[in-house]
């Protein structure tokens, strides 16, 4: 049961983020701050674990050994680290023009930009249970999004571009982590790829923050909780919760993030959220668990036949 916690409480901690950003943004910061005391503080306290994690490992062990001798995964690894940090960049530049509630939506449309990658990759039509999941995520958005009912005079197209840009890079980062460098100790691989995610995010925004005097007046809170939600638990948790209970209940047990978004906006940044988007919510997580679910009851039925 602990190791179900573990991801559930990452997934929730990805959805406490675009309120957290909401209000720093009502702080008088812009994104480039944001996003780069994020990542600044982030990469500090991943290596700090990942020295202390090294440290305390055995003299010979895996983690003691994981980057001997070997640069390419480390350039792979910070390679790939470059889509989470452009992933940060877009969606917390989402979250300027578009709701929070809205902007998760948008950021959750990697799970069918994910499908589609993987029959590009595959060179494989994606199955039928994966293409009723598109229906209903596609359904989802719709009915979440507050349009149909015209609770919003007219979209911003360059917050929704941003948003579907941030899920794109996220569809990516999801793809190419799980083929990279999967030997390396799960806190490590963590702490490079935040290392590419930090030469991105500061070659685009320059660390202005660490002079200005930003950090002094209010963002430093925002930062830390920033850093320490987005960037140190999730992925900690995952790496101890995933391999645990398997990447289908995990993905399924992600799609919290989206109601934990959805509430934190309704709660702290009162932010309007109708019936009807609350069932759009419900469709877009039905359509995230619908394959893994369809996959369960095959195999449970095949089990029984045998």
Same mark, same amino acid.
Request: aromatic letters at 12%.
């Given at each position: 049961?602990?190791?179900?916690?573990?991801?559930?409480?990452?997934? %929730?901690?990805?959805?406490?983020?675009?309120?957290? %950003?909401?209000?720093?943004?009502?702080?008088?910061?812009?994104?480039?701050?944001?996003?780069?005391?994020?990542?600044?503080?982030?990469?500090?306290?991943?290596?700090?674990?990942?020295?202390?994690?090294?440290?305390?490992?055995?003299?010979?062990?895996?983690?003691?050994?994981?980057?001997?001798?070997?640069?390419?995964?480390?350039?792979?690894?910070?390679?790939?680290?470059?889509?989470?940090?452009?992933?940060?960049? +877009?969606?917390?530049?989402?979250?300027?023009?578009?709701?929070?509630?809205?902007?998760?939506?948008?950021?959750?449309?990697?799970?069918?930009?994910?499908?589609?990658?993987?029959?590009?990759?595959?060179?494989?039509?994606?199955?039928?249970?994966?293409?009723?999941?598109?229906? +209903?995520? +596609?359904?989802?958005?719709?009915?979440?999004?507050?349009?149909?009912?015209?609770?919003?005079?007219?979209?911003?197209?360059?917050?929704?571009?941003?948003?579907?840009?941030?899920?794109?890079?996220?569809?990516?980062?999801?793809?190419?982590?799980?083929?990279?460098?999967?030997?390396?100790?799960?806190?490590?691989?963590?702490?490079?790829?935040?290392?590419?995610?930090?030469?991105?995010?500061?070659?685009?925004?320059?660390?202005?923050?660490?002079?200005?005097?930003?950090?002094?007046?209010?963002?430093?809170?925002?930062?830390?909780?920033?850093?320490?939600?987005?960037?140190?638990?999730?992925?900690?948790?995952?790496?101890?919760?995933?391999?645990?209970?398997?990447?289908?209940?995990?993905?399924?047990?992600?799609?919290?993030?989206?109601?934990?978004?959805?509430?934190?906006?309704?709660?702290?940044?009162?932010?309007?959220?109708?019936?009807?988007?609350?069932?759009?919510?419900?469709?877009?997580?039905?359509?995230?668990?619908?394959?893994?679910?369809?996959?369960?009851?095959?195999?449970?039925?095949?089990?029984?036949?045998?």
């Amino acid at each position: 049961m602990k190791y179900y916690i573990y991801v559930l409480a990452g997934a %929730v901690s990805f959805g406490l983020l675009s309120t957290f %950003v909401k209000k720093a943004y009502e702080s008088g910061f812009h994104v480039g701050e944001v996003v780069g005391s994020q990542i600044f503080f982030g990469l500090i306290m991943m290596w700090i674990m990942a020295f202390i994690t090294a440290k305390s490992a055995k003299q010979g062990s895996a983690e003691a050994r994981t980057f001997r001798g070997s640069p390419r995964n480390a350039l792979l690894l910070m390679l790939v680290g470059t889509s989470s940090g452009l992933t940060g960049i +877009f969606y917390y530049a989402a979250l300027q023009y578009v709701s929070a509630s809205f902007a998760i939506l948008l950021l959750f449309q990697f799970t069918w930009i994910g499908i589609v990658l993987e029959a590009i990759m595959d060179r494989k039509r994606p199955s039928k249970d994966k293409l009723i999941a598109l229906i +209903f995520l +596609f359904i989802g958005i719709i009915m979440a999004s507050g349009y149909l009912k015209g609770m919003v005079e007219a979209p911003s197209w360059l917050g929704v571009g941003l948003g579907l840009l941030s899920a794109l890079t996220y569809a990516l980062f999801i793809a190419m982590s799980g083929k990279v460098a999967n030997q390396i100790a799960p806190i490590t691989r963590g702490a490079v790829m935040q290392t590419g995610s930090f030469i991105i995010v500061m070659l685009i925004f320059p660390p202005h923050f660490l002079w200005n005097g930003s950090l002094h007046e209010s963002l430093l809170p925002w930062a830390l909780l920033l850093a320490l939600f987005g960037v140190v638990i999730p992925p900690l948790f995952f790496a101890i919760g995933v391999p645990r209970i398997g990447g289908g209940m995990a993905t399924i047990m992600s799609a919290a993030e989206l109601p934990t978004a959805v509430i934190m906006s309704f709660i702290v940044l009162h932010e309007s959220v109708s019936g009807l988007q609350w069932l759009g919510v419900l469709i877009t997580m039905a359509g995230i668990a619908l394959p893994e679910l369809l996959k369960r009851r095959q195999r449970a039925n095949r089990l029984q036949t045998e």
